[in-house]
């Protein structure tokens, strides 16, 4: 119901979310009590809400959020926000990504999304996430923040499916501290692991950022632009 963020869901949508193709005998009496039961939830979450959120219309339900504090929602609008103020205030952009990756507890929808709408809303949730945290990190890595942001980059880069804008954001950190062979560490890493799960080298943006750390890049010393060197060729 959250996925559908104050749209109507027909019953049939709901019963195919909950059942998928195999749905129980008395359908309707078994989608009804799965209503009440979310009803009594809600209404713990919120005694002092006079009226009920999920309200039955012709063909379906509803869930009202007028007024209410939804971490997804505010999450996106943060993130919309942030982007607004990137290239102008990393500091303040950095400040709202913080505050909204807070808000994340674990996976959306808690792990239990069952039906495939909610299989999808949580995917682009997860896909915002890490939009997120990739401007988080170029957001302070432009305000001299590398050395902060090293150990959370490696457990990111480790703990992630591939991702080498992630690795190459650990490779500029690195540099910045001083620590150009396990920059170039981690590029190694990054290709060997790509190579085995993938099998594909890395993109020319990596390959350009290795080729930089080499070279010793004037783009690569804290508080310059790093973000040029994805679209100038060395």
């Not at 006079?50 to 007028?66: D, H």
């Not at 007024?67 to 103020?85: E, N």
């Not at 990111?156 to 591939?162: D, G, I, K, Q, W």
């Not at 992630?166 to 692991?193: K, S």
């Amino acid at each position: 119901m959250l996925s559908a963020e104050g749209q109507m869901l027909s019953t049939g949508s709901l019963v195919t979310e909950l059942w998928g193709d195999d749905p129980p005998d008395r359908v309707e009496n078994a989608l009804q009590a799965h209503v009440s039961r979310l009803r009594r939830k809600l209404q713990a979450i919120e005694p002092d809400f006079a009226e009920t959120r999920l309200i039955a219309q012709a063909g379906g339900y509803r869930l009202t959020l007028a007024g209410a504090k939804i971490d997804a929602m505010v999450f996106t609008r943060a993130l919309a926000q942030a982007r607004l103020t990137a290239e102008t205030d990393p500091t303040e952009t950095a400040y709202r990504l913080r505050e909204a990756l807070a808000l994340w507890q674990g996976p959306a929808f808690g792990g239990a999304a069952i039906g495939l709408a909610a299989q999808a809303a949580a995917v682009r949730l997860d896909e915002c996430r890490l939009a997120a945290l990739q401007l988080l990190f170029d957001s302070e890595l432009r305000v001299g923040l590398h050395t902060a942001i090293i150990p959370e980059l490696t457990e990111l880069v480790r703990a992630e499916s591939p991702n080498e804008r992630l690795c190459e954001q650990l490779m500029v950190a690195l540099y910045r501290c001083g620590r150009q062979t396990d920059a170039l560490g981690v590029y190694r890493w990054m290709r060997n692991r790509m190579l085995e799960e993938l099998g594909i080298e890395p993109s020319p943006v990596l390959r350009n950022h290795e080729r930089a750390i080499l070279a010793h890049h004037p783009d690569l010393q804290a508080r310059q632009d790093h973000l040029a060197l994805r679209d100038s060729p060395l």
